[in-house]
């Protein structure tokens, strides 16, 4: 056999993941840097769960979406509704011209992104410090938390019902707070600790300030000070904090990465660069499509998809259900007949950590958006694991309409593992499978990703929804 000849083989047999670049156009590369750019606004002004959900409620609006009203009429073909689930979940609708019960088209991403988070009593004072007492939310490397500048947002609710919105220390010019760490000269026995303990969760205090209220007469004067400051600023007293909702998370900048500018750095890629291209793609449907269209943007994922406000919970499932009924039809109808991307990153390959990776499964940076048969780990442990059918209906929609794509896993079998909301969609029985980004430094305070993919995502979401 000749040289040319197996080579013509090879590229006829052999599955191999090469760099987008070599794929795309000048004008499709345009685009996707277009469009990461309202992504990269996107992901510095949406830090929390909350800010995307009022974010993506007021662009909505602005796009011609309503509030689903669940007692009207049956929805017609191109009507944009939508359903707010208590400020820090929505889901979009486009309905299609197909009955409801021919099944419907969900995109699910999450909007929460691993942080700190604040107790209940926070505020106290040690050695002329004032300090916030926090628990950490979602798997995180401690360390990677402290000596880095943090921002505060959340919410502040009172007993009369009012509440207030708090952002700090994102704008030039705003206080920041920071996790402090002992000094190298000192840190002999911190050395000793395990690499998990070399920060416990009960030393991430957060210094808040240090200035003492001028009255000798008192104990506590610095963390007098600073009550006394959002008291006057905000209208807040130290109870108040027992019904908020705060969250520290890292006053960065979202920046291009590299010379070239093809990678993009910031806090929240996990899982806001699949949410931005979910919503996005929904928005971008520009006429009624073969089937109803749904974007989830959900909450709580980093910690189970627990709670009233995660996908673990019944309200996408009443949602659907509720159109269904307008129809006349039974929620079961449309659910066997369903299909959903989740939309979720996957790890992508490091060369500088390459051990825990098996290389022929992992995810490459620039190589598409990923789809990832199944996660959990060890044995498959929580995972709904794609139909072998469904893998393949995805492989040649994405193909069939150059969508760049490929196949990945997370990690080493035994090296660790996770999971996304695809389980918690499977069991209503609809067919699941994640698609999302691959992203290098996954869950700390900076993640990096790339434009191609970021741009491939939001290709491969608006075929799903419309062809």
């Known amino acids: 056999m000749s040289e040319s000849k197996a080579k013509e083989l090879k590229k006829q047999l052999f599955y191999k993941k090469e760099n987008g670049i070599d794929f795309m156009t000048q004008e499709e590369l345009s685009a996707c840097d277009s469009f990461c750019e309202g992504?990269?606004?996107?992901?510095?002004?949406?830090?929390?769960?909350?800010?995307?959900?009022?974010?993506?409620?007021?662009?909505?609006?602005?796009?011609?979406?309503?509030?689903?009203?669940?007692?009207?009429?049956?929805?017609?073909?191109?009507?944009?509704?939508?359903?707010?689930?208590?400020?820090?979940?929505?889901?979009?609708?486009?309905?299609?011209?197909?009955?409801?019960?021919?099944?419907?088209?969900?995109?699910?991403?999450?909007?929460?992104?691993?942080?700190?988070?604040?107790?209940?009593?926070?505020?106290?004072?040690?050695?002329?410090?004032?300090?916030?007492?926090?628990?950490?939310?979602?798997?995180?490397?401690?360390?990677?938390?402290?000596?880095?500048?943090?921002?505060?947002?959340?919410?502040?609710?009172?007993?009369?019902?009012?509440?207030?919105?708090?952002?700090?220390?994102?704008?030039?010019?705003?206080?920041?707070?920071?996790?402090?760490?002992?000094?190298?000269?000192?840190?002999?026995?911190?050395?000793?600790?395990?690499?998990?303990?070399?920060?416990?969760?009960?030393?991430?205090?957060?210094?808040?300030?240090?200035?003492?209220?001028?009255?000798d007469a008192e104990s506590e004067r610095v963390k007098l000070n600073i009550l006394n400051l959002l008291f006057e600023k905000y209208g807040i007293v130290e109870r108040d904090f027992t019904s908020a909702e705060l969250e520290l998370v890292p006053a960065f900048t979202v920046d291009d990465i590299g010379f070239d500018r093809s990678l993009i750095g910031g806090y929240g890629h996990d899982d806001r660069v699949c949410a931005y291209p979910a919503f996005e793609a929904i928005l971008g449907i520009d006429a009624a499509p073969e089937y109803t269209a749904i974007t989830v943007l959900t909450d709580k994922e980093e910690i189970g998809s627990d709670g009233n406000t995660g996908l673990n919970s019944s309200y996408m499932k009443y949602f659907i259900e509720d159109l269904a009924r307008l129809e006349g039809f039974e929620g079961r109808d449309v659910f066997r007949n369903s299909k959903c991307l989740s939309a979720d990153v996957n790890a992508a390959y490091d060369p500088t950590w390459s051990s825990v990776f098996e290389k022929n499964n992992a995810s490459i940076i620039n190589g598409g958006v990923c789809v990832t048969k199944y996660t959990g780990s060890r044995g498959k442990s929580g995972t709904s694991d794609a139909s072998a059918e469904y893998v393949s209906w995805v492989k040649n929609l994405l193909e069939s309409n150059d969508v760049l794509w490929q196949s990945g896993e997370l990690g080493k079998v035994d090296a660790g593992g996770g999971g996304t909301v695809a389980m918690y969609v499977a069991n209503l029985d609809i067919d699941t499978i994640d698609v999302g980004v691959p992203v290098l430094s996954m869950h700390a305070p900076y993640e990096i990703v790339s434009k191609i993919d970021v741009y491939m995502a939001y290709k491969a979401f608006l075929t799903f929804f419309t062809k």
């Not at 002992?182 to 969760?201: D, M, S, V, W």
Request: proline share 7%; hydrophobic share 35%.
């Open 39 to 215: 992504y990269k606004s996107f992901l510095f002004s949406c830090k929390t769960e909350r800010e995307v959900a009022a974010w993506a409620e007021t662009t909505a609006q602005k796009a011609g979406f309503s509030p689903f009203n669940p007692f009207g009429e049956a929805l017609k073909p191109g009507e944009k509704v939508y359903v707010m689930n208590r400020g820090k979940s929505i889901m979009l609708c486009v309905k299609g011209k197909r009955p409801i019960n021919e099944g419907v088209r969900i995109s699910a991403a999450h909007i929460d992104s691993p942080r700190i988070d604040l107790k209940q009593c926070p505020v106290y004072e040690d050695s002329s410090i004032a300090y916030f007492k926090t628990h950490y939310y979602g798997g995180v490397k401690k360390y990677q938390w402290v000596a880095v500048p943090l921002s505060l947002h959340g919410r502040i609710c009172r007993n009369d019902g009012s509440f207030v919105d708090i952002v700090i220390g994102e704008k030039p010019g705003e206080p920041k707070f920071c996790i402090t760490d002992i000094l190298p000269h000192l840190a002999n026995e911190q050395y000793t600790r395990k690499p998990n303990e070399l920060i416990k969760g009960e030393e991430l205090n957060v210094v808040i300030g240090s200035r003492p209220f001028k009255d």
